[in-house]
């Protein structure tokens, strides 16, 4: 399966400032997603992150709060926008390769919001 | 729509014991479905997953589970519990479009 690296792996960030979360793999997927875990949660999806195209928003996420870019096939990144201490939680990427169900997830990034 | 129940957020065993954690999920569709494991500060790891075929599908660490359509159902188990299987562990279902949907998760505390 595809090696799946995110950075930063935790951050302590003030209110009202962003963080802009990276998710790299080592070879071309098909499909990547981010997902949001608050404390102790389970995974929520946020949106699926297309290439060349905007990201499709679960409901309850929207684009001017957590935008994602995804440039090519191996790189995504969600931007956590002025953020609050609600938004303090685990966000991972996961990925699909080829035509594949299978979802792999990113070691996650850790973020406290103060 | 697709959803999965897992029952009991904790459960503790002894190092040693059978470990058994229960996944029921509904599905309008033959389901994937998909068992991760997550270790403190570390993502989600696949322990297993069924597809088609063989309803008892075995994983990585000695884990197995068993799809059991008639009762919508497919629980983890691990004969001989050990303390490095310390986790959080989720159940997941999907309807074979790449949407996943986890259960809330149940986290497994090995005494020894």
């Known amino acids: 399966s595809a090696v799946i690296s995110q950075k930063p792996s935790r951050d302590i960030c003030q209110r009202g400032t962003s963080l802009t979360i990276q998710c790299q793999v080592d070879?071309?997927?098909?499909?990547m997603f981010w997902y949001r875990q608050q404390p102790g949660q389970s995974l929520t999806l946020i949106a699926t992150a297309n290439q060349g195209s905007e990201a499709t928003y679960e409901s309850g996420f929207v684009i001017d709060k957590f935008p994602i870019s995804r440039p090519n096939l191996t790189f995504s990144t969600l931007t956590v926008s002025n953020m609050s201490p609600e938004d303090s939680s685990i966000y991972l990427c996961?990925?699909?390769?080829?035509?594949?169900?299978?979802?792999?997830f990113g070691p996650g990034t850790r973020l406290l919001v103060l | 729509a697709q959803s999965v129940t897992q029952l009991g957020s904790h459960v503790s065993v002894s190092e040693g014991a059978l470990v058994l954690l229960r996944c029921n999920y509904s599905?309008?569709?033959?389901?994937?479905l998909f068992w991760y494991v997550q270790y403190p500060n570390q993502g989600l790891q696949l322990l297993l997953k069924?597809?088609?075929?063989?309803?008892l599908v075995k994983g990585i660490n000695g884990f197995e589970a068993e799809f059991k359509k008639s009762e919508t159902s497919f629980h983890l188990t691990k004969p001989s519990a050990h303390m490095s299987d310390a986790a959080e562990y989720f159940c997941a279902v999907s309807e074979g479009g790449n949407m996943l949907t986890f259960g809330g998760g149940t986290r497994l505390m090995v005494k020894p």
């Open positions: 070879s071309q997927v098909t499909m």
């Open positions: 069924y597809t088609t075929g063989a309803t």
């Open positions: 996961s990925v699909t390769q080829g035509a594949g169900e299978t979802q792999y």
């Open positions: 599905s309008s569709v033959p389901p994937y």
